[in-house]
């Protein structure tokens, strides 16, 4: 599931929780994302190379722990 939201800590909380796995977009810079996996929070960027979609993590997440 993806989701559309400013990426700072405190939206990430309040952000409802659809399931253990998800992706919020920023929506400033279209291809940055946090992905969300209980317990755990990464930064991922995604793309396209050769007409298939690509996702690199960056690093983790401010917090690195979603409660």
Known sequence: ??????????AVKVLPVPKD???VWDDVLSKLGRRVRKPRETWIVQTRVGGKTKRRTLGAGVGASVS
Request: net charge positive; proline share 0%.
């Open 1 to 10: 599931m993806s989701m559309k939201s400013r990426n700072t800590k405190r």
């Open 21 to 23: 796995d998800y992706v």
